[in-house]
């Protein structure tokens, strides 16, 4: 079975700070992992996604995550934190044969000027 | 090119009803997942459908059903509806081969239940 641990259900940030989103997994099998953000009232988007290719990995809006597999983590980051950032994350786990998501319970990023 | 379309974006029923749910995939995917969000929740997995067939099921009971269409469009089906019933859900669809288990998804279809 699979699962993802999110650490901090809101974390709060000064625009132009460092964002760092935790996202811990639990996968019997090599992983596919993946970033997604909701903004409100919306669907999800794709942020970037870790096929056991490069470690670090880099996405849109200028977010990238790196894969530890000895930490069994894979924290986003991004260096300066737009206004434009505020919006709900989420990281989730894929099985890979099947193409199903399990997500955490997400964390929503605040930015504030 | 079109990405996945839900309808309705918003419906509102009483306990006990039926509702249908419809999604239209990513032009070129094969696959369709449904997801239900909780408020303050991240998605959970309900079911995904391929070739027509139910491939794989998540943890929701029976009264959650689904469909697949020729062309690859898909329903899902909620009987006797129950408060807790009340969620977004989400459409994604993928390609069964390839592409590294990305989904694409939909802007969702908001359920409240009275």
């Known amino acids: 079975a699979q699962s993802v641990t999110q650490l901090g259900s809101h974390v709060s940030v000064s625009e132009g700070a460092l964002v760092l989103l935790r996202c811990n997994y639990s996968?019997?099998?090599?992983?596919?992992l993946f970033w997604y953000v909701q903004y409100p009232n919306q669907g999800l988007q794709l942020l970037l996604k870790?096929?056991?290719?490069?470690?670090l990995v880099k996405g849109i809006n200028g977010f990238e995550a790196e894969f530890k597999k000895s930490e069994t983590s894979f924290h986003l980051t991004k260096p300066s934190a737009h206004m434009s950032d505020a919006a709900e994350y989420f990281c989730a786990v894929s099985d890979p044969g099947y193409s199903t998501l399990t997500f955490g319970k997400g964390t929503m990023l605040l930015v504030s000027p | 090119d079109a990405g996945v379309t839900q309808s309705p974006t918003h419906l509102i029923k009483t306990r006990g009803q039926q509702v249908t749910l419809r999604c239209s995939p990513k032009?070129?995917?094969?696959?369709v997942s449904w997801y239900q969000q909780a408020l303050g929740q991240g998605p959970q997995f309900i079911f995904q459908y391929y070739e027509e067939e139910e491939r794989q099921r998540g943890n929701f009971p029976d009264r959650f059903s689904g469909h697949q269409f020729p062309n690859y469009s898909s329903e899902l089906n909620v009987n006797a509806l129950l408060l807790g019933d009340s969620a977004l859900y989400l459409c994604a669809s993928s390609l069964a081969l390839g592409a590294g288990g990305e989904l694409f998804f939909g802007e969702g279809s908001r359920l409240t239940v009275l």
């Open positions: 032009s070129g995917h094969d696959t």
């Open positions: 996968s019997s099998v090599p992983p596919y």
């Open positions: 870790y096929t056991s290719a490069a470690t």
